[in-house]
């Protein structure tokens, strides 16, 4: 009996306190998570939000995490908020119009869409014997909602997102490969993007391109702010 009660008081000395733990990957993009609102909010600067996401890349307990968020609202909400609604699997009825906004194709050759730049609500690629990369890491987002038609014969279509979008994809391949990874934003203002259509003897992939986000979602946040500021002062 003693034996086994000095056992316990050895493992309660040696125990380590939650803040001297490991920080894990998930830990840290919970943190990261965290300044990036802080930042839309205007609790942060551009240059504090720089440095401390520099610090939690370098942090390497738990403990050293929390010191970033310490003294942030968000730190100290006692548990976790209510779960995001998903966003649907099928577009909303009529939100697309028939024709597309934009039309980008590659016949025996290649063609590109990146930068800063307009997506509207429906694009249509077509790569056949050629190649298509639309790029939306930097596009502007007017719509919530925006589809790609995208088909592939012994071609390829290559679609990168932002990784605070939501992505679905809905189309297939014969003899050919469809790829689209599922993405849930968590902001039911975050852009929805439906990824549709075939490979045929060739491939469609759409991911996201990982440190890039929506800015506009960051710009419609900081007018509510300053909305709410302005509606404020005038009382």
């Keep these: 009996m003693f034996r086994y009660a000095a056992a316990v008081d050895l493992q309660k000395q040696t125990a380590p306190a939650v803040s001297e733990l490991r920080a894990s990957d998930a830990e840290r993009d919970r943190i990261a998570d965290i300044l990036r609102d802080a930042l839309a909010e205007g609790r942060l600067t551009a240059d504090e939000h720089a440095e401390r996401i520099e610090g939690v890349l370098r942090a390497k307990t738990v403990g050293e995490l929390d010191v970033f968020i310490r003294d942030l609202p968000a730190a100290h909400r006692q548990g976790p908020g209510p779960s995001p609604a998903p966003a649907p699997y099928r577009p909303t009825a009529g939100a697309f119009p028939i024709d597309p906004d934009d039309n980008v194709v590659a016949i025996f050759s290649s063609a590109v869409r990146k930068g800063r730049w307009r997506t509207g609500r429906r694009i249509h690629a077509y790569a056949i014997f050629g190649s298509v990369e639309i790029d939306l890491s930097e596009a502007l987002f007017d719509h919530q909602q925006v589809m790609i038609k995208a088909f592939s014969v012994f071609g390829s279509v290559e679609i990168r997102v932002p990784e605070n979008v939501s992505l679905r994809g809905m189309g297939g391949g014969v003899l050919g490969s469809f790829e689209v990874d599922t993405l849930d934003s968590g902001d039911p203002e975050a852009p929805v ?17 990982r440190g890039k986000v929506v800015a506009d979602i960051l710009d419609r946040v900081q007018r509510k702010v300053d909305k709410s500021l302005r509606k404020h002062l005038n009382h």
């Excluded at 045929?200 to 992939?205: A, I, R």
């Design 193 to 209: 993007l439906y990824v549709d259509g075939w490979a045929v003897l060739g491939s469609v992939e759409a991911r996201p391109r």
